[in-house]
């Protein structure tokens, strides 16, 4: 049975199961790849936007970040808060809507990666103003100059995908780039279910909306989990890599 709409319904339940998924398998890469692109000295504070359960922000505390994550899910931070005590580490886990983030200070640079809320649409949000809202929530803790690297799903793909037939169907929304399918997975009780929606975009559209938000695009790069690259995007794969900073 489909449940209730809601990212949080879907993550509060699969949270124990999250890191069964295959595209979780490749953490230390991703986070050598974040390290030498953030190339910021140790001690520095970093803000994980949708964190989950906190995998990228474990190896980022141990090796000596001072960080920070954010998450919709009551289920994802639980499960964060075990990884970082597992692992020794501190982590300041906040639990707060994306798109409404005030934490009333500044980081020296910010991550938002595999969907960490942006480009996840509830049923009743309009999916230009939720990821603004949330790109804008990301300018006001970042310092200026302050870098942001963010995953953004390949709307390029999803043009691909889809026929007239979806259109007509309302699985597709060409005008916004918008998916609207049943997304199913295991939990520990059994199987949840839920009317999902994700926003897809082209480089072009999102290039522009960082600028609006106050951000100078420095490169966009082809992106798979597990895979990230400095190359061109694949118009068949799954996500790209946005890399780009604050204005001063």
């Not at 879907?10 to 998924?21: I, Q, V």
């Not at 929304?173 to 994700?198: H, K, M, Q």
Request: glycine letters at 8%; aromatic letters at 6%; charged letters at 25%.
């Amino acid at each position: 049975m489909t449940e209730p709409a809601g990212w949080k319904n879907f993550f509060d339940r699969h949270a124990p199961k999250y890191m069964e998924n295959v595209f979780t398998k490749n953490t230390l890469p991703e986070v050598e790849f974040l390290l030498e692109e953030l190339s910021l000295p140790s001690g520095s504070a970093i803000l994980d936007v949708g964190c989950g359960t906190g995998r990228h922000s474990v190896e980022l505390a141990k090796r000596g970040y001072q960080m920070t994550g954010v998450d919709l899910s009551t289920g994802m931070l639980e499960q964060a808060r075990r990884a970082a005590e597992a692992a020794g580490v501190e982590l300041e886990l906040i639990e707060c809507d994306a798109t409404r983030m005030t934490l009333g200070r500044s980081f020296d640079a910010v991550i938002c990666l595999c969907e960490g809320s942006f480009g996840l649409i509830g049923l009743e949000e309009d999916p230009v103003e939720h990821d603004l809202a949330i790109l804008r929530s990301i300018h006001n803790a970042l310092k200026p100059g302050g870098k942001l690297i963010m995953n953004a799903l390949n709307g390029l793909a999803k043009v691909r995908q889809y026929n007239k037939e979806d259109i007509a169907a309302g699985t597709f929304d060409p005008l916004t780039l918008v998916e609207t399918f049943t997304l199913e997975s295991d939990t520990v009780d059994g199987t949840v279910t839920i009317t999902a929606r994700e926003r897809g975009y082209v480089p072009s559209e999102l290039s522009l909306m960082l600028r609006l938000t106050g951000f100078e695009v420095d490169h966009i790069w082809g992106s798979t989990a597990g895979n990230w690259r400095r190359e061109q995007i694949d118009p068949d794969e799954i996500e790209f890599m946005v890399i780009a900073h604050r204005k001063a």
